[in-house]
């Protein structure tokens, strides 16, 4: 887990049937193209106290209005926040000794699981499933 640690940012142009999830996921239309240009960067860091304790910080690099978001969590235990657009979630992390695995629901109880698994050339895969349809991309540390 300690490699997942430092900031790390999508990298562009490594999308994977993203149309589809979008369509699984019910975006609206006049986002999607919205959500395909971001460019996304986000940092992990670890609790010096407590090694089940962890921050991430999610930011649009590529769009100024957007606030950047903290997520402060305990591994395996649920917590509740809003995501980068405002849309409110419960979410649980936890970390299987590979890759991180997490489960967000919505206000609707529609669930999506992303996996964020680190490669053997030190690329993270990211892999984001909604509704049985799952896109990834690839990441990489800055």
Request: aromatic letters at 10%; charged letters at 25%.
């Given at each position: 887990m300690d490699a997942i640690v430092g900031?790390?940012?999508?990298?562009?142009?490594?999308e994977e049937n993203m149309n589809a999830f979008m369509d699984a996921c019910k975006i609206p239309e006049n986002m999607r193209q919205v959500f395909l240009e971001r460019q996304y960067e986000i940092t992990y860091s670890k609790d010096p106290s407590n090694a089940?304790?962890?921050?991430?910080?999610?930011?649009?690099?590529?769009?100024?209005k957007l606030p950047a978001i903290e997520?402060?969590?305990?591994?395996?235990k649920e917590f509740e926040s809003n995501d980068i657009d405002g849309k409110h979630f419960k979410c649980t992390i936890s970390w299987d000794g590979q890759k991180f695995v997490e489960r967000y629901v919505d206000a609707k109880n529609t669930e999506m699981f992303i996996h964020r698994?680190?490669?053997?050339?030190?690329?993270?895969?990211?892999?984001?499933?909604?509704?049985?349809?799952?896109?990834?991309?690839?990441?990489?540390?800055?």
């Open positions: 900031t790390w940012k999508n990298k562009k142009g490594s089940n304790k962890l921050k991430t910080t999610v930011k649009v690099t590529n769009d100024s997520y402060e969590y305990e591994l395996g698994e680190l490669t053997p050339d030190g690329q993270m895969k990211f892999a984001m499933t909604c509704c049985g349809v799952t896109s990834s991309s690839v990441w990489v540390k800055s």
